[in-house]
């Protein structure tokens, strides 16, 4: 088991803003992050445009074992990931989700380096952070992990 | 039932681009403060995506105090260095999260430089 970054007191956080700006300083963070924290190749579970943060960094001498993106904006020559850097990389989303039909984002990801998943769920963006679906067995998620 | 009202805000963000008429744009702000995320998010990125249309409203938002943090992020990604001052003045507010939006904005603001 590994330890829960998340609910440590100096977690990582990002601006969560919309522009690339705002996504290319998140990653220049995460990477200080990690690299203050000695944390290189954690498994990183991001969701919506904090995937492409993470993908950022990955360019950017960010390492990581496992890169879960949950409803990630798909803009593929914006933000990419350093395939070299990331031990494995897993992709769920819903249908049609209406926050990133709204970005004007891809909703899929077409490398077939990144594992899809789609879940039977319709428009909701925020479902892949809903804990209630994570522990719904009909989704099993833990198997796409 | 969210859906509905999600379809109803992309229609609303049409009509307000098309025409710019303001109740429209002030329907978009308002929903910054709705409980739901997707249609505070949908709402958030539609004001990014119309820049310096969105701005008199969300000046409007901020000398209100409605919305504090998301609206600072989004005048940041806006990118317009003539609100720095005003978003400044938010940096030692009393509300830590506030305080925080604001200092996390100034930082978008100099990458866009």
């Known amino acids: 088991m590994r330890r829960d970054l998340y609910n440590q007191s100096d977690r990582f956080a990002w601006s969560g803003g919309y522009s690339y700006d705002a996504r290319s300083l998140g990653a ?8 203050l924290h000695r ?23 960010l390492r990581l074992g496992k890169l879960v993106l949950l409803s990630c904006p798909v803009q593929f020559r914006k933000y ?13 989303r819903v249908r049609l989700d209406l926050v990133i039909l709204a970005d004007r984002c891809g909703q899929k990801f077409k490398d077939s380096r990144i594992r899809e998943n789609v879940l039977p769920i319709w428009f909701d963006h925020t479902a892949t952070h809903n804990p209630e679906v994570w522990k719904n067995s009909t ?7 | 039932m969210w859906v509905f009202e999600a379809f109803g805000l992309l229609v609303c963000v ?21 409980r739901n995320e997707n249609l ?4 958030a ?30 005048l940041a990604d806006i990118g317009d260095h003539r609100i720095e001052s005003e978003i400044r003045s938010f940096s030692a507010h009393t509300d830590p999260k506030v305080a925080e939006a604001a200092r996390q904005a100034l930082r978008v603001l100099a990458m866009h430089r």
């Open chain 1, 39 to 61: 944390e290189q190749g954690l498994d990183l579970f991001t969701h919506s445009h904090g995937g492409n943060v993470a993908m950022l960094a990955s360019n950017r001498g």
């Open chain 2, 40 to 43: 505070r998010s949908i709402a």
């Open chain 1, 139 to 145: 989704y099993g998620i833990p198997a796409m992990l």
């Open chain 1, 80 to 92: 990419q990931p350093n395939f070299g850097q990331v031990t494995k990389l897993v992709s769920i």
């Open chain 1, 28 to 35: 220049n963070d995460l990477v200080k992050w990690v690299d």
């Open chain 2, 45 to 74: 990125i539609s004001l990014v995506r119309a820049g310096r249309m969105a701005e008199p409203l969300l000046e409007e938002a901020l000398h209100r105090g409605e919305y504090l943090p998301i609206v600072l992020t989004i």
């Open chain 2, 14 to 34: 049409l009509a307000w681009r098309a025409t710019g008429l303001k109740f429209l744009g002030r329907v978009i702000v308002g929903t910054l403060g709705s």
